[in-house]
C-alpha cells in the first residue's frame, strides 16, 4: 500500500539575482520559495528511516542552489527547481513550486509578485 505525504516548505527566505532589468541581476532582492511536495514515503511510515522518505533539509539545499543561478523569470526559476528536485528525489510524485519576488520594481506600490509551477 503507497502513502502518499505532502511535504510543505512554507517561504524559504532568498537573496537572489534574478529579474529582467540589469540591475535586478546585478543587485539582487529578496525572494520566498514556497513547495508543496506529495511523495511515496511508504519506506518512512513504516521503518521510521529517514531513507525512506524525502530529506527537507536536502530540498532547501537544492533549492538555494538553484535559486543562485541567476535567470531572467521567475518561470524559469521555478521550471528548474523541480526539473532539480523530480531528478534528485524520484520519491516526489507531484508537486508545486511558488517563487515570490519581494518588492518588484514596478512603478505601483506592491508587496510582492509570484509564479507557480505546478505538475
Known amino acids: 500500500m503507497d502513502n502518499i505525504i505532502t511535504i510543505d516548505i ?4 532568498i ?5 529582467v532589468l540589469d540591475q535586478e541581476r546585478r543587485v539582487g532582492n529578496m525572494f520566498e520559495v514556497s513547495l508543496r511536495l506529495c511523495c511515496d514515503a511508504t519506506d518512512a511510515v513504516c ?3 529517514l531513507e525512506g522518505t524525502v530529506n527537507y533539509a536536502e530540498v532547501i539545499q537544492e533549492v538555494e542552489l538553484q535559486m543562485n543561478t541567476p535567470s531572467q523569470l521567475l518561470e524559469h526559476v521555478a521550471g528548474r527547481i523541480r526539473q532539480a528536485l523530480t531528478a534528485r528525489f524520484p520519491m516526489i510524485k507531484s508537486g508545486t513550486v511558488k517563487v515570490t519576488k519581494i518588492t518588484p520594481p514596478v512603478s505601483s506600490q506592491l508587496a510582492s509578485v509570484s509564479v507557480s509551477l505546478s505538475w
Open 47 to 49: 521503518s521510521d528511516n
Open 10 to 13: 512554507d517561504r524559504l527566505k
Open 15 to 19: 537573496y537572489a539575482h534574478h529579474g
